[in-house]
């Protein structure tokens, strides 16, 4: 079994300030993670994943993400924080070796950017 | 190339009606999934298809609620006999063959039950 935990529920930093998103994982298996954000009344969109290759990950708008195995985590930081940062996080975990398994989702961190 | 896409983005129906949940993945893509987004919540699983095939519904409610993902067109999910506590988004994402799991999401369907 597999799940994800998101430290904070609302996070809250200043334009400019270092984003800081926590995700920790619990599974068996060898896992692929995934960062998505979503904007109000939209989908989801990935930042970024892991999939084994390295472990410290690189996605889109300047946000990055490290795989720590030793502490099963997938910590995502930016930086700086920009307005248009304002969005809600999910982590999510799923099993890699087996194709097409559903992703198991942490609850969110609402993230907000204040000027 | 298009993504994946959900219709309606919102739906109204009273307590008792029937709502339909379209979903077309993206082309090449003939793995969907379906979750549902309850407010103030993260997503939760509910079931995945292959074409003309369930491989998982371990997230479904028991009762009123199915899916199907024919040979030919969208896939449907079905909620019969809507009650307030089915208000959500509802989102189907979609993966291709092989790769690395990646599923890339619609922007949802929004149900409000009256």
């Known amino acids: 079994a597999q799940s994800v935990t998101q430290l904070g529920s609302h996070v809250s930093v200043s334009e400019g300030a270092l984003v800081l998103l926590r995700c920790n994982y619990s599974?068996?298996?060898?896992?692929?993670l995934f960062w998505y954000v979503q904007y109000p009344n939209q989908g989801l969109q990935l930042l970024l994943k892991y999939t084994s290759a390295a472990t410290l990950v690189k996605g889109i708008n300047g946000f990055e993400a490290e795989f720590k195995k030793s502490e099963t985590s997938f910590h995502l930081t930016k930086p700086s924080a920009h307005m248009s940062d304002a969005a809600e996080y999910f982590c999510?975990?799923?099993?890699?070796?087996?194709?097409?398994?559903?992703?198991?989702f942490g609850p969110g961190t609402r993230l907000s950017v204040l000027p | 190339n298009a993504g994946v896409m959900q219709n309606p983005r919102h739906l109204v129906r009273r307590r008792g009606q029937e709502a339909r949940l379209r979903c077309s993945p993206m082309k090449g893509h003939s793995h969907v999934y379906w979750y549902r987004q309850l407010p103030e919540e993260g997503l939760k699983f509910m079931v995945y298809?292959?074409?003309?095939?369930?491989?998982?519904e371990s997230g479904m409610p028991k009762e009123r609620f199915s899916a199907e993902f024919p040979k030919e067109g969208p896939s449907i999910l079905r909620i019969q006999q809507v009650v307030r506590g089915d208000s959500a988004a509802y989102f189907c994402a979609s993966a291709g063959p092989g790769g690395d799991n990646e599923q890339f999401f619609g922007p949802g369907t929004r149900l409000t039950v009256l």
């Open positions: 599974s068996s298996v060898p896992p692929y």
């Open positions: 999510a975990v799923s099993d890699s070796r087996n194709y097409g398994q559903n992703f198991v």
């Open positions: 298809l292959q074409k003309e095939n369930i491989i998982d």
